[in-house]
């Protein structure tokens, strides 16, 4: 696999992991169907799935050659990054969805 192909598939990952909390009632989408999972439950799904994608990253990384060193503005971009390819998900849920 080449590096170009292990980046773009780890988008795409980041991507469908991302809008996860807001596409299903289970936690994780391995957890038991939660009758009402509300907002709180998907913005902590949406942290652990974060810090998932993340370490998954850093694993390319260090198979890649050596770990660059990243402080807190790394953190925040990504931060900020995830929870914007969260948004097709969190429209759909709560602005587009109507409840039967």
Known sequence: MTLTFQIGALVLLALLAA???FANHRFLA???VLASKTLPWRLLELVVLYFFIGGLGLLLEKNAGQIAPQG???YAVTATMFVTLAFPGFVYRYLLHRRD
Request: charged share 10%; hydrophobic share 45%.
């Open 19 to 21: 809008n996860l909390p």
């Open 72 to 74: 807190w503005e790394f």
């Open 30 to 32: 391995l957890g038991p």
